[in-house]
């Protein structure tokens, strides 16, 4: 089991930066994968960004490539999402998640568990 809490969303103007926390508790079998995904109103959800735990090991959608950074903290069992350059189209509820399987960690993964979700807009 894992419990992840997302926080550091907020608004601002394209061009600017966030980062995003994800604090996660729980066995740490469960979140051998942890990734960031988002959903913007009438659209699919989009996975963004995923991190393996052990080696590092990053994976990121091409519309953030460049852009955003993941990265963790794993002493503090935090993981991040730093973004960067932000478009009006990166406005989305960004959603932190875990898996407890240690392969195939990248944006194909199916993720067993999911945050409440922050609330992030671009504006142009």
């Known amino acids: 089991q894992v419990q992840l809490v997302e926080s550091g969303g907020g608004s601002v103007q394209a061009g600017g930066s966030l980062r995003l926390s994800c604090a996660a508790s729980?066995?740490?079998?469960?979140?051998?994968?942890m990734g960031w995904f988002r959903q913007a109103p009438g659209k699919e959800r989009e996975g963004v960004a995923t991190i393996y735990r052990t080696s590092g090991i990053t994976d990121y959608a091409d519309s953030v490539k460049g852009r955003f950074a993941i990265s963790q903290d794993n002493a503090k069992n935090m993981v991040y999402l730093q973004m960067n350059s932000l478009k009006p189209e990166d406005t989305a509820t960004y959603y932190c998640?875990?898996?407890?399987?240690?392969?195939?960690?990248?944006?194909?993964?199916?993720?067993?568990?999911w945050g409440q979700g922050t609330q992030v807009t671009v504006s142009s």
């Open positions: 998640a875990a898996d407890s399987h240690w392969w195939g960690c990248n944006l194909n993964r199916v993720f067993e568990n």
């Open positions: 729980g066995y740490t079998g469960s979140r051998n994968c």
